[in-house]
């Protein structure tokens, strides 16, 4: 997982991407982190982590409404709210390349 910090947020304009948006204090912001890590090394895909305290501007910019957040950026835009697991996330990432 790459974390996205304000200095290098630039880069992830107009590029196919899955962005994970967390908060540090939320346990299910936890609980699914360790899920996309698990899926990180199953099948060899990179999530980019924003942190919401650190990158408000970013998260008005994209609607970030609430924690956990992740968005599908790759044919269509897809933003999935709360906790999933392992099958709800790879159906998104497998179905939707």
Do not use: A, H, W
Not at 20 to 41: D, G, P, R
Not at 45 to 71: D, G, R
């Amino acid at each position: 997982m790459i974390k996205i910090k304000k200095k290098n947020i630039y880069l992830l304009n107009k590029k196919k991407k899955i962005l994970f948006f967390y908060s540090k204090f939320n346990n299910s912001c936890k609980l699914i982190k360790k899920t996309i890590l698990k899926i990180e090394k199953k099948i060899k895909i990179l999530f980019f982590s924003v942190n919401i305290e650190e990158n408000l501007k970013f998260c008005i910019e994209n609607n970030i409404k609430q924690s956990p957040t992740i968005i599908f950026d790759l044919k269509k835009k897809k933003i999935v709210t709360g906790i999933k697991n392992i099958n709800e996330i790879l159906n998104f990432i497998l179905f939707k390349r």
